[in-house]
Nanobody, 118 residues
Framework: QEQLVESGGGLVQAGGSLNLSCTGS????????VGWFRQAPGGEREFVAS?????WPHYADSAEGRFTIDRNKTTVYLQMNKLKPEDTGNYYC??????????????WGQGTQVTVSS
């Protein structure tokens, strides 16, 4: 059974930075892609970034150039720089899927809240 725990969210001013962590346990965490998604109040859950088991990243257009995804055997990180108010939302990590295909991900964490003030 896969278990995912996100941490690192918080309140930050626009232009600031946060580093999110997703700690996982289970076979799929170390052998499949891990993705980060976010969901704003009233909005759909949208793709932010993903990383393969070999470390290849993939980013949404909104994250390209500002966010960096990285991983080791137990944790996937999302370094977020130059944050904007529109980055506000609950951030989830997920495993077992393919890049931005939300429906393909099999297991999800509970999320960590990110709030960017203007």
């Amino acid at each position: 059974q896969e278990q995912l725990v996100e941490s690192g969210g918080g309140l930050v001013q626009a232009g600031g930075s946060l580093n999110l962590s997703c700690t996982g346990s289970g076979y799929k965490f170390t052998s499949t892609q891990v993705g980060w998604f976010r969901q704003a109040p009233g909005g759909e859950r949208e793709f932010v970034a993903s990383i393969t088991w070999t470390g290849w990243p993939h980013y949404a257009d909104s994250a390209e150039g500002r966010f960096t995804i990285d991983r080791n055997k137990t944790t996937v990180y999302l370094q977020m720089n130059k944050l904007k108010p529109e980055d506000t939302g609950n951030y989830y990590c997920a495993v077992g899927g393919w890049r931005s295909d939300r429906e393909s991900y099999e297991y999800w964490g509970q999320g960590t809240q990110v709030t960017v003030s203007s």
